[in-house]
């Protein structure tokens, strides 16, 4: 399950300014909050001399916040008409917020996008066209084409990456010595994969805490999507589905297979650790994630050593499914009285190298040029950096295209795995049930 990518609490932002309300806060305190943010005036930026209060807001956890709090203090110094005002929560958290506020045409004037959320977004008009201030505000021959394309919507980009990352696979070295696992060196076939869970649960069992195999990765839509590449289908084609029943069953039959071998940490520990991350607190030895949380992991109490294997795949070398997704994408709200400095923080943010160098790789490898240049690697940052270097001739897949419905499609993808997992649904009802939630996602 994505649930490494959602953790996190509201945050409060830094000392001297006081943040936005966080979470999923009554939609009244979200309208306010964000008419506070609308300032005086036209704002220091434009020579009016007012100042002017501007609202971000992210998903992430406490890291990730301080990571951003120690930047908008570099853009408030360089920017004194500007203020910044701070929300973070985790990601499902997050969502439930903006949703209220785009209700209300409250959002923040700068919030974190995701893939998933773009076009609905976009189709809603609840983010506006940034390509107006292309050259003269925002930089953007810093990014990729592929990247930049990635937040672009019939022709116009109302997403801009500020990073990238594909899928690894993490083991906790130092674990698997202690259990007497033999590492793997190499890429893994999914069936080596599922032994490999189950030979750690059943040498955990007497550790403390008790160690499993890994969360249950078939709750994990965007793995999903590369399973499905490796067979030669895709989650979506054109704004239909790419795959049937038959495929899906299949998938989440591996849920019940590596359950029954105890291989995955149960259900309802998993619930437990309330956003924890199961292998950076060392109940889990392995996971599947996106490869910038290399740094979030290894940050956790336990500390773990972990090393970045490929994900599992059948022939690696020719198929492996795998591909480069635009991690944290930025966009600016319709309602924001002050699209230009939200403009210039958004540049900011992508570009700097300042940024570049408090963030390291714990958004992802990032998507601006100059950014990377500015990021002094640490160990963990290089073995980011050397893993999708090494994977690069194997990039073969690609995300699917940002069509309404698709953050749906992830929500109850994984809200109805962790039912399999459960057993309150069996894989048969589970399939019937998210095939029409999914037709009704995509039919608007």
């Known amino acids: 399950m994505y649930l490494h990518a959602r953790g996190g609490a509201p945050g409060n932002g830094r ?9 999923v806060a009554a939609a009244a305190v979200l309208a306010l909050a964000a008419c506070a943010s609308g300032g005086a005036g036209s704002g220091g930026a434009d020579g009016s001399g007012q100042d002017v ?46 949703n209220t506020e785009a209700a209300s045409r409250t959002l923040p004037d700068v919030l974190q996008m995701d893939l998933a959320y773009l076009t609905e977004y976009t189709e809603f008009g609840h983010v506006i066209p940034l390509d107006e201030y292309f050259g003269d505000t925002i930089t953007v021959d810093t990014i990729s084409e592929p990247l930049l394309a990635s937040g672009q ?7 801009l990456a500020s990073s990238a990352s594909t899928l690894g696979t993490f083991v906790n070295t130092d674990l698997l010595d202690e259990l007497g696992v033999t590492v793997p060196k190499d890429g893994l076939t999914w069936d080596e994969y599922d032994a490999l869970l189950a030979e750690i649960s ?49 998938w989440w039959d591996r849920s019940a297979a590596v359950h029954e071998q105890e291989g995955f940490l149960p259900a309802k520990r998993q619930e437990q650790l309330s956003g924890a991350d199961a292998i950076g607190v060392g109940e889990t030895a ?43 994408q930025l966009s600016v709200a319709a309602n924001s009285e002050h699209p230009d400095e939200a403009a210039k923080l958004v540049d900011f943010l992508v570009n700097d190298p300042r940024v570049g160098e408090i963030f390291g790789m714990s958004r992802g490898v990032p998507a601006s040029s100059a950014t990377l240049e500015g990021v002094e690697l640490t160990e ?25 419905g698709l953050s749906n499609l992830e929500t109850t993808f994984s809200t109805t795995a962790l039912e399999v997992a459960y057993g309150t649904l069996t894989v048969d009802e589970a399939v019937d049930r998210w095939f029409a939630e999914a037709a009704t996602a995509l039919a608007g």
Not at 17 to 22: G, L, P, Q, S, Y
Not at 78 to 94: H, K, L, M, Q, S
Not at 292 to 313: D, I, W, Y
């Open 153 to 159: 919507v019939d022709g116009q980009t109302y997403g």
């Open 202 to 250: 059943a040498a955990g069992a007497g550790h403390d805490p008790a160690v499993h195999g890994s969360v249950d990765y078939t709750q994990f839509f965007w793995l999903f999507q590369i399973w499905l590449q490796q067979n030669g289908k895709s989650l979506l084609d054109g704004d239909q589905l790419g795959f049937d029943e038959a495929d899906l069953a299949t």
């Open 53 to 98: 209060a501007l609202t971000f807001s992210w998903w992430g956890d406490a890291s990730r916040a301080e990571r951003y709090e120690q930047a908008l203090e570099i853009f408030e110094e360089e920017n004194p008409g500007i203020t910044v005002r701070t929300n973070y929560a985790g990601f499902a958290d997050y969502w439930t917020a903006r």
């Open 380 to 404: 963990l940052d290089q073995q980011i950096l050397d893993y999708e270097k090494q994977l690069e001739p194997h990039l073969v897949g690609s995300a699917p295209p940002p069509v309404a």
């Open 286 to 328: 392995a996971e599947i994630s996106w490869d910038n949380f290399l740094v979030r992991f290894s940050e956790g109490q336990a500390k773990p050593n972990l090393t970045l294997l490929p994900v599992p795949a059948d022939d690696l070398e020719n198929n492996s499914g795998m591909f480069l997704k635009p991690g944290l």
């Open 15 to 23: 000392g001297r300014r006081k943040a936005v309300v966080a979470g």
